[in-house]
């Protein structure tokens, strides 16, 4: 079995969130391999302790996907503030003998430097095209943890357990590892909170991530962090605004001062990402469907909404209405070029990550969040049949059944894009579903 099957047969999928199966992204033919060590969203601490401690794991198994894709240079993409981190890469990578195709490149401390196509900026100089991704300007992208676990994968290990930052208005800060299939609420309560009655819970990053309707899910593998927050902290307030509320403000009070449009990153970049206008085409029912096909191109960074806009407006809710609604019609963006350049301005519109952290009210909460060996012991885990982006995986395996942690329990449909799934403790399936497999210890 060559490396390729390996890490299909892992279920490896992009752990930074997005869940695209990395076996299918490292079929591609690229000039440069990117690894994306920025973790941009505040409080999350789980890319640079990795890379901290397992930097040979993370550094083979990147320089192995990188010759996978026949790539000329392998790019390590961390913030130049990581200076302990990026001795000790520089060190192994200098040990392991890999210095004439691994390097690493330093990013400055912004948001959202971890977004896909500003990271291939940011190293390369080239600009993704619109609606495009990585692979149109020779670039292929992996995640700190992704690299780790193609390491693994080549060392005969599937994917079976999850990195956690546990961050946010909380006693203990943390990040910990723990197997597929967790009861969020286990993770949760690491952080010394047991009643969450006057707590909301964001699933993933303050910027991207969405505010969980229900704290009684399942770690999946693109799970990266929950920040907890009171449910009167801005937030929480801003994120649970319904989209009805967000166009009836939106309508009274945007002036079309266009800073969503002048901050927004894509639009830095060259693209035609213009948010105001959307803004626009919704305040006052323009019935102009050119010019909404733009909302396509918004990466939902969330820049807009909780930095960009003086009056506190929701231009994100704005894109993603006219990207729900053009999707609902099958109507698709088309750019008019191929080639992009970013804008002149970009480089004095760069928002520095502590100006962030201090418009989301989170200055306080941006604590270290070690790693820590909680030792999380679920007596039963629900594994997900679909955590990434494809078909879910059909199980192989019937209620009654033993297993053991690593085994297989479901596999790609025939000809279909996805990941296999495995058991991530050993024990007894006790029920089986078109949505999850779940396993019982002992």
């Known amino acids: 079995m060559n490396l390729l099957e390996q890490i299909k047969d892992a279920g490896i999928i992009g752990a930074g969130g997005a869940g695209f199966p990395t076996h299918a992204k490292l079929t591609a033919q690229a000039e440069y391999i990117l690894l994306n060590g920025v973790e941009c969203e505040p409080l999350l601490r789980v890319d640079q302790q990795l890379m901290e401690l397992m930097p040979d794991e993370i550094v083979k198994g990147f320089a192995e996907a990188g010759r996978l894709v026949g790539a000329k240079q392998a790019l390590i993409g961390i913030k130049k503030k990581h200076g302990k981190v990026i001795d000790i890469l520089n060190q192994r990578i200098q040990a392991l003998q890999l210095s004439d195709f691994v390097q690493v490149s330093l990013l400055p401390d912004i948001y959202p430097a971890g977004d896909e196509q500003v990271l291939v900026y940011e190293l390369t100089g080239r600009v993704v095209p619109e609606t495009g991704i990585p692979i149109q300007v020779g670039c292929v992208v992996v995640n ?13 290990q599937p994917v079976t357990e999850k990195y956690i ?52 899910g399942f770690v999946t593998k693109k799970n990266k962090g929950f920040v907890i927050l009171k449910k009167d902290h801005f937030l929480i307030r801003k994120k649970t605004v319904t989209p009805e509320q967000a166009r009836r403000i939106n309508k009274a009070t945007c002036e079309q001062c266009r800073m969503c449009t002048d901050m927004c990153p894509r ?5 035609n ?13 323009i019935d102009d469907l050119e010019g909404q096909k733009i909302a396509q191109l918004c990466c939902q960074c969330n820049m807009c909404e909780l930095f960009a806009c003086p009056a506190g407006l929701y231009p994100k809710m704005a894109n993603l209405y006219f990207k729900e609604q053009l999707a609902e019609q099958n109507i698709r963006y088309k750019p008019d070029k191929t080639e992009f350049e970013a804008r002149n301005v970009r480089e004095y519109r760069l928002v520095p990550s502590k100006r962030l952290v201090a418009r989301l009210g989170l200055k306080n909460f941006d604590l270290p969040a070690p790693m820590t ?29 033993q297993v053991q942690a690593g085994q297989m329990i479901g596999r790609i449909p025939e000809e279909s894009l996805g990941a296999s799934i495995h058991a991530s403790i050993a024990g007894t399936i006790s029920e089986v579903t078109e949505n999850y497999v779940e396993i019982r210890r002992g």
């Open 373 to 401: 060996d909680a030792g999380i012991l679920p007596q039963a885990v629900r594994i997900a049949t679909r955590q990434h982006v494809g078909a879910p995986a059909v199980p192989i395996v019937a209620p009654g059944q």
């Open 144 to 156: 700190s943890e992704t690299a780790l676990n193609i390491y693994k994968a080549s060392m005969g």
């Open 273 to 285: 990402m213009q948010p105001h206008k959307m803004m626009r085409v919704l305040n006052y029912s």
């Open 267 to 271: 639009y830095l970049l060259g693209h």
């Open 165 to 216: 930052t546990v961050a946010g208005d909380i006693p203990n800060r943390v990040t910990v590892k723990v197997p597929v299939g967790t009861p969020v609420l286990d993770v949760l309560k690491l952080s010394g909170i047991e009643d969450f009655t006057d707590y909301a819970v964001i699933d993933g990053g303050p910027m991207m991530g969405p505010v969980m309707a229900d704290v009684g």
